[in-house]
């Protein structure tokens, strides 16, 4: 029973807009528009204060792969607080850590045997930059400092993230202090003309990239990409064949080639690894997101043992200078481990081969609707775009979308005229049904 002093008492929503700064939000929004209180989370459900359940059809911005509050990562989190929390990983080591860079090494045939951890994808990218920059000053090449980034890419707001970053808002706010880079063309498949495919659309693009690299290559240190999907850049998809083409191009260049993974790693474009569809590997691949099921801040920079080897010395100054307070957390490497055993334990890659057709199917009507345009799928991600000509305020599209979707009983957020869905590795055909539906009936009532 509600005790009754609580009627006068201010509720969550209201405590958390005078209290709390949201990030990526013009705050000013929430007088029109909703702000939810979550109290609890099961599965691939979110329950508000009221008790209405939201399917979690972005996977709690792409992080939750096994749903909340899934018993395995819970109890892994559980029996490693039993023995250490935390401690230092300068001087100090654990056996979460070792595990899990053992595992992710193994993952990778040994091509990426190193692992160089933080606590968010932002921090991992920066490592990723700055571990290329620092190479080639160690190689004797300190010219080679700047670096390469596709239009509409998406890595990050921490300054030299922000840097590689190619997205409007964040340019016209921050533009002035960041370092200049070179931007080059995207090989986003909905640039096709009439009868081109996606992989010639990605052979203009890395044609773009080759003239660029022949000119500045003696300056460029790194070429940084999304594999396969540019998330934030409204789930921009391409075809591999732009990857298998990068690669050898910095091969004759002798450029770096990132691959931050962080929103397509760990299973989410069908293989565990984006650049697998491609077969090569790069010199430095970030993680984060999915890799601790969304439980607790984890990133980390996979690479080589070459780049490994540049900085093995017996000088201080020669090692790799950065660091994070939170650098290999136990918890946090337990609850990866815990999701790397259920990706093997219970065959998630297989079985996420028919969830995506189970998805596609629940999306059906999408592509037979005129307003829409651009369907996509890359294993576990899916979108389409809704044409500017259907969309009455396209400046409200996105936050309208939102609400109307609440009412409906899903999380999602589209990212302008893009509506996509992320959902959970643990979704039912039915609950992926209900979500299509569930989209459908919101796409109606705001285009209404």
């Not at 860079?101 to 933080?118: D, I, M, Q, R, V």
């Not at 409007?168 to 909905?190: H, K, M, W």
Request: contains cysteine.
């Amino acid at each position: 029973m509600k005790d009754i002093s609580d009627l006068n008492q201010p509720s969550l929503v209201d405590r958390s807009l005078a209290a709390v700064w949201h990030p990526c939000t013009q705050m000013k929004h929430h007088e029109s528009f909703p702000l939810v209180g979550i109290s609890k989370g099961k599965g691939a459900w979110l329950y508000d204060e009221q008790g209405n359940a939201l399917l979690d059809c972005i996977s709690s911005w792409w992080t939750n792969l096994f749903g909340h509050s899934n018993p395995q990562i819970n109890q892994a989190i559980i029996d490693q607080l039993e023995k250490i929390e935390h401690v230092m990983l300068a001087g100090f080591t654990h056996a979460p850590v070792v595990e899990l860079s053992e595992k992710l090494s193994a993952l990778t045939g040994g091509n990426l045997g190193h692992s160089f951890y933080a606590s968010d994808g932002a921090s991992a990218v920066e490592i990723a930059l700055k571990m290329s920059h620092h190479f080639w000053q160690l190689k004797g090449k300190p010219q080679k400092k700047k670096f390469v980034c596709l239009e509409n890419g998406y890595h990050g707001e921490t300054l030299g993230a922000l840097a590689v970053t190619d997205v409007a808002i964040f340019r016209e706010a921050y533009g002035s202090l960041l370092q200049d880079v070179f931007t080059v063309a995207s090989p986003d498949a909905r640039k096709a003309n009439i009868g081109e495919s996606a992989e010639q659309v990605a052979q203009h693009a890395a044609s773009e990239l080759e003239q660029l690299l022949q000119r500045e290559h003696k300056q460029i240190a790194a070429i940084i990409i999304e594999p396969l999907v540019q998330c934030a850049g409204q789930m921009a998809m391409y075809s591999p064949e732009y990857l298998r083409l990068a690669r050898d191009l910095c091969n004759r260049y002798e450029v770096h080639l990132i691959a931050d993974e962080i929103a397509v790693g760990c299973g989410r474009s069908g293989r565990f690894f984006a650049c697998e569809h491609a077969g090569i590997w790069p010199d430095f691949l970030t993680l984060s997101k999915g890799i601790s099921g969304g439980y607790l801040p984890l990133s980390l920079c996979l690479t080589s043992d070459s780049i490994y080897r540049a900085f093995y010395s017996d000088q201080t100054q020669q090692g790799f200078l950065h660091s994070h307070s939170y650098t290999g957390n136990p918890l946090a490497c337990a609850a990866a481990l815990a999701c790397l055993k259920i990706f093997k334990t219970e065959h998630v890659l297989e079985k996420n081969s028919l969830r995506s057709q189970d998805l596609a199917n629940a999306f059906t009507w999408a592509k037979a609707d005129s307003r829409i345009e651009h369907w996509r799928q890359q294993g576990m991600i899916l979108a389409f775009d809704v044409k500017t000509s259907a969309i009455k305020n396209p400046s409200l599209f996105a936050r309208e979308m939102f609400a109307n979707g609440l009412t409906q009983g899903i999380l999602i957020r589209p990212i302008g005229n893009t509506i996509y869905v992320m959902p959970p590795y643990i979704l039912s055909a039915d609950e992926t049904k209900q979500m299509g539906a569930a989209v459908q009936s919101a796409l109606e009532k705001t285009l209404a």
